[in-house]
Structures are given as structure tokens and as C-alpha cells.
């Protein structure tokens, strides 16, 4: 029981920690001069993705490489068939309204990209600068295109320099986003420390590998955030916010989580990726084509064939 109870610790902090990091780092950089624009493409994106970041990277450095490179193929299947599914059950989608097929494109050249280095046997430094490369050119590419988009709508009326960024608070003093801050930089190894070791405990109890657990119960932890978003996005009728929030996340984690742990250690491929979960990770993300490119509604019955697809994945991966 302790382990079960210890990985839940483990999540609760680096979720926790997470949100603290974000909400220090945005007010930090709208104090010091740093546009909202530039905060929303990268502090916000990066803080986010901090708890995957640190799983992975905490696991090169214990010798468990295994299990963050599950957490981040686990993550982007368990973004796209359980947090656009259970929305979906809740309220439909309007994705038709959705203009985000650059964005999409784009996350489909990140995962092939990602799936042809990984054949390669390993994520080593090579692949890791190949990756944060392809990150660079996907951040400059939404830069430029959210400059362009500033410009038509101030074009039209007068734009208000100060946009609505996540964790953003005017009011916010000083000390408070000292705290913020540190107890997100101090919470994040913390946690990602005591969910990889106990995690790892678990793996040999169950009699499971260590990349299971990575794609399952830490891949699910991990999408909590992605998760709430998207609920209440569903909720709002806010569909862009929601299928942007995924499409967005699945980049990161190919681009940026991979990208950085490489450079720290050599993550080795192992067999059951090449042959089955990648594959996975990939039909989900092709899942999305009629709702992108083909004007459909992710409605409660798209919600529960992405549901029982994801349940009959872990499943599979389980058994």
C-alpha cells in the first residue's frame, strides 16, 4: 500500500509544484518587461510540461530511462484518446470551429519525426539536438504567426497590449512570486524523485516492466493537468481551447521532454516501443483527422470509441 500511496504523493507535489512554477515564472516575466505574447509561447508551455520534463530526466539519472521515455509516448496517447474522450462524454466538442490544421500538421511531422529516431535504437545527443531543433522552428513558426495575428486584429481596433496569459495575476506582489517559485523549483525534483523511485518499487512487485508503468499509471498522472484544461474548456463550448491544449502538449512532450533528456543521458528504445506503442501513439494522432481537417464534432459518441480506445490500450499494455 505505502508505494500506491507514495506515487500518488509523488504526482500530487509535482502537479502541485508545476502550478506554482508556472504562476511565479508568468508574473516574474510580465514584472520585468517580457511581452504576454512571448510568456504564452514559452513559460507557460514549458511550465506545464515541467512535471514530464523532471520524470524523465530524474529517470536517466537513476538508470530507469525506460520509464520516461513511456511517460512521454503514454502521455501523448492518453492526451489525445482520454482527454478529448472523457470531455466528450460530458459535453460535445465543437471542433468544426477549429482552425488549427497548421498546428496539427505540425504535431504529425513531430511524431514521425520522433518515431524514425527512435529506430534508431536510441535517443542519444544527436537526436535530442534534432528534436529541440525541430522545437525551435515550431516555436518561431507560432511566434510569427501570432504576430501576424496581433497585427490584423489591431489593424481593426485598438488592441489592449496586455493579453489574458494562465497564471497571470496584476496584483500579485513580489515576495509571493519569490514563493511561487521556489517552492515550484524545490517541488518538482522532489516529487518527480519520489514517483520515479516508488513507481519503480511497483514495476517489480506487479512483475510488469518499468516502461509499463511509465506508459500507464505515470503517463495518466502526468495528463491530469492536460486533462482539468480540457474538461473546463468542453464545459465553456471553448473547443480550440481544448484540442490546441492537446496539440500542443504532444508537441512538447516529442520535441522538448525528449529533446533535453537525451542531452542529459541516452535513452535506449526498447523492443516493445518500436513494435507496438509508438504505433499507437501514432493512429491516435491520426484519430484526429476527422475532426480537424473534415469539420466534425467530437460528440459523446466520438467520446466514448476514444474512451474504451484508450481502456482497451492500457489493457493490452497491462496484459
Not at 497585427?151 to 481596433?157: F, G, L, Q, S
Not at 497564471?167 to 515550484?184: E, R, S
Request: hydrophobic residues 60%; glycine residues 10%.
Amino acid at each position: 500500500m505505502m508505494p500506491w500511496l507514495m506515487v500518488t504523493l509523488g504526482l500530487v507535489i509535482l502537479l502541485l509544484a508545476g502550478d506554482a512554477l508556472v504562476k511565479g515564472a508568468v508574473n516574474l516575466s510580465l514584472r520585468i518587461g517580457i511581452p504576454a505574447l512571448i510568456v504564452s509561447l514559452t513559460v507557460v508551455a514549458f511550465g506545464t510540461s515541467a512535471p514530464e520534463l523532471l520524470i524523465s530526466v530524474n529517470a536517466v539519472l537513476v538508470g530507469k530511462p525506460a520509464l520516461g521515455l513511456g511517460n512521454v509516448v503514454g502521455s501523448n496517447t492518453a492526451n489525445i484518446l482520454l482527454v478529448l474522450g472523457i470531455p466528450a462524454l460530458i459535453a460535445v466538442m465543437h471542433t468544426s470551429r477549429c482552425n488549427c490544421t497548421r498546428s496539427y500538421l505540425q504535431m504529425l511531422g513531430a511524431s514521425i519525426l520522433f518515431i524514425a529516431l527512435a529506430f534508431r535504437g536510441v535517443f542519444d545527443w544527436i537526436a535530442g539536438l534534432v528534436l529541440l531543433g525541430g522545437l525551435a522552428l515550431m516555436l518561431g513558426d507560432a511566434f510569427h504567426r501570432s504576430l501576424i495575428h496581433r497585427r490584423e486584429v489591431a489593424a481593426a481596433r485598438l488592441l489592449d497590449d496586455e493579453e489574458e496569459v494562465e497564471g497571470a495575476d496584476p496584483d500579485m506582489p513580489w515576495w509571493q512570486i519569490v514563493v511561487f517559485l521556489v517552492l515550484g523549483l524545490i517541488g518538482l525534483p522532489l516529487g518527480a524523485d519520489i514517483l520515479v523511485d516508488h513507481a519503480s518499487i511497483l514495476a517489480v512487485r506487479y512483475g510488469v516492466s518499468e516502461a509499463v508503468i511509465g506508459l500507464t499509471l505515470v503517463a495518466v498522472g502526468t495528463s491530469l493537468p492536460e486533462l482539468a484544461t480540457t474538461v473546463m474548456a468542453a464545459l465553456r463550448q471553448q473547443a480550440d481551447v481544448a484540442l490546441g491544449n492537446v496539440i500542443g502538449s504532444n508537441m512538447f512532450n516529442l520535441l522538448a521532454i525528449i529533446g533535453v533528456t537525451a542531452l542529459v543521458g541516452p535513452v535506449p528504445v526498447n523492443a516493445e516501443f518500436l513494435e507496438f506503442d509508438l504505433w499507437v501513439m501514432l493512429a491516435a494522432s491520426l484519430a484526429l483527422i476527422p475532426f480537424v481537417f473534415l469539420g466534425r464534432d467530437i460528440g459523446r459518441l466520438w467520446g466514448i470509441v476514444l474512451t474504451a480506445s484508450y481502456a482497451g490500450y492500457v489493457w493490452t499494455v497491462l496484459t
